[in-house]
């Protein structure tokens, strides 16, 4: 018997051995537990994968696809930040903003640029990065159909997108106004909306202000009938979570972006040439597209050669004479292109008037400016720097840039110098230039109008193959903004600022023109 085990102690036995099993098996998750990595966070995953997933809708003022691919205010910014970053881009587009939204929340992108409005509605369930433009909301309706003065008036039918900050909007405006209705639509976009009150299919949409302007370029029946919101904020979605990583790198982008001047230099390179609108200049010069353009379109085509866009040298025209051969100014200037006797004879130019030998001759003028930029300027500003030496006189621009560049702006702006340009017309200012007085104030607004001349025509009419176009790109009158400058500099120097010309400016004035070219 003494050799015989007892039921019981085969139990115990049988219940260690047990334990002992599972303290193995314990020890051996903890160290599992212990060996394995701690998971990724966003920012690290988009950096293994080598690229950060954007959802976007197409629109002027977005993304849209162009020649080369994708272009457009926010894809230069996301691509900004992806550089940034050291990865790539994977847009992914949707005009449903609802669904947009929803895959941002359930984290199957990184973030939405889509130039959507940050309302309180959606910061209950979403988190925007730093604001980077500011608009307003518009109520549009065809002109030459009434005008309503306020949402009572808003009786025939009113469409917007679906889940979009105007649909939003209009629930808190329907508290005060019980029978306003709209609908709702997921299948457009916005340039459809436009498109559809042109049509007279709806009569009223709700546009934002920076969508609206660029399609009244070219659509100048868009009229504005009131503002429906206070100035509101477009910016980046994220999804709310507790994972800063990419959020926190997007916070210190956008800081970046707006210290070094980038962010101001794209405002400027999509909206700079955008001016308050004019309804009856907008409509003369689609009329002159369609009447005048036809006779003169093989001539600019030619002259343009290989390294000009076509469209550009015609919205040059336009801006010089309307495309009208025999014009003529007082100072002597004459022809489509507008040339000095001077500049016609160096170019071989036997008769002005002859609407091909102008175009020839502004072609391999404009040429010629533009091989005194410095050759560290890029596009577009390259550009926009050669249009005023070609209008003011290459020194006068050259003088502006100093000024520019002793005030602690950069010369190789656009966007700095245009503010500089002006005070060339005050003593004070022009007295420490090498060229001296000039009308700084027209080469700014010569520049904007061929801007914004060449952006209808780059929709109207199409390329020369194997030419690229100029990538152009909402700023408010330059002068007033060199005045305000002239008026700081004027603090630190204890400086008058004179407002008036001299009489001998005045003089000077009815002589500039001609000796402009001279001097290039």
């Known amino acids: 018997m003494s050799g015989t085990q007892s039921p019981i102690s085969a139990a115990k036995v049988s219940l260690l051995q047990t334990l002992i099993k599972a303290i193995i098996a314990m020890l051996g998750l903890v160290l599992l ?112 159909n009434r005008r309503p003065r306020d949402f009572n008036q808003v009786d025939k039918k009113l469409a917007v997108m679906a ?71 477009l910016a980046w979605v994220f999804k709310k979570q507790k994972d800063h990583s990419l959020y926190a790198k997007a916070i210190e982008f956008f800081s970046k972006v707006r210290a070094d001047g980038t962010l101001d230099y ?6 700079g040439h955008l001016s308050k609108f004019d309804y009856v200049g907008s409509r003369e010069f689609l009329r002159a597209i369609d009447s005048k353009l036809p006779t003169f379109k093989s001539d600019f085509y030619e002259a343009a050669g290989n390294d000009l866009d076509w469209r550009f040298l015609a919205a040059m025209g336009y801006q010089e004479s309307h495309w009208e051969p025999d014009a003529k100014s007082p100072t002597g200037v004459r022809g489509l292109m507008m040339l000095t006797l001077d500049t016609a004879k160096d170019l071989g130019i036997a008769d002005r008037t002859d609407p091909k030998q102008s175009i020839f001759g502004g072609a391999e003028y404009f040429r010629e400016v533009k091989k005194k930029v410095p050759d560290r300027i890029t596009e577009p500003d390259r550009t926009w720097f050669a249009l005023a030496g070609y209008n003011v006189g290459f020194g006068h621009l050259e003088d ?4 520019t560049e002793q005030a602690g702006e950069d010369p190789d702006k656009w966007l700095s110098v245009k503010k500089y340009l002006p005070l060339l017309r ?9 060229y001296g007085y000039a009308r700084g104030d027209e080469p700014v607004r010569y520049v904007n109008n061929i801007r914004r001349y060449y952006q209808v025509l780059l929709q109207v009419e199409e390329p020369k193959p194997g030419v690229e176009e100029l990538l152009d790109e909402h700023v408010e009158d330059t002068v007033e903004e060199a005045k305000i400058i002239s008026a700081g500099l004027d603090e630190e120097n204890n400086l008058e600022l004179d407002t008036e010309e001299t009489d001998e400016q005045k003089s000077t004035d009815e002589q500039d023109q001609t000796s402009d070219q001279q001097q290039n």
């Open 266 to 271: 794209l405002i400027e390179r999509y909206y």
């Open 163 to 233: 889940n979009s900050s105007h649909s939003e909007e209009l629930r808190k405006i329907q508290l005060d106004y019980p029978k306003l209705s709209w609908v709702e639509r997921s299948d457009v976009t916005s340039q459809d909306l436009l498109d559809e009150v042109l049509a007279e299919n709806i009569d009223y949409t709700i546009a934002d202000s920076n969508e609206l302007d660029l399609a009244r370029q070219v659509n100048f029946e868009l009229a504005v009938a009131f503002n429906i919101s206070q100035p509101e904020s």
């Open 400 to 403: 502006a840039r100093r000024l």
């Open 426 to 434: 005050q003593k004070k200012w022009y007295s420490q230039t090498r």
């Open 33 to 144: 537990i212990g060996c394995s990595e701690p998971p990724l966070t966003q920012l690290e995953q988009v950096q293994k994968q080598g690229y950060i997933k954007v959802y976007t809708r197409i629109a002027p003022t977005t993304m849209y696809v162009g020649e080369d691919g994708f272009t457009g205010f926010e894809y230069e910014l996301v691509k900004l930040f992806a550089d940034d970053l050291g990865v790539r881009v994977q847009i992914v587009t949707e005009n449903d903003i609802a669904y947009m939204l929803g895959e941002i929340q359930q984290g199957h992108a990184d973030f939405a640029a889509a130039g959507l409005s940050v309302t309180a509605k959606r910061e209950q369930t979403l988190r925007f990065g730093p604001p980077y433009q500011q608009i307003s909301s518009k109520l549009v309706y065809k002109q030459g």
